[in-house]
């Protein structure tokens, strides 16, 4: 993997796209009503996909 990125970075891109363009959204201040449509998730398992995107990219920077 390229050194020069970000290891934040990094282990987004290592990420399944729906974890990692949540995420994305999500810091980038995008509202949720937003990111649910994009993703085409429902408001009520928002916070749930985030939770398990959070895990992913915690682990995704552990083992990379």
């Known amino acids: 993997m390229d050194q020069s990125i970000d ?9 399944p796209a729906p974890y990692s363009l949540a995420l ?3 810091e980038a201040g995008v509202s949720d009503e937003v990111i649910c449509e994009y993703l085409e998730v429902e408001p009520e398992g928002l916070a749930a996909l985030l ?5 992913k990219l915690a682990a995704a920077r552990k083992n990379g």
């Open 7 to 15: 290891p934040r970075e990094a282990a987004l891109q290592l990420l």
């Open 24 to 26: 994305r959204l999500r």
């Open 51 to 55: 939770e398990v995107a959070e895990a």
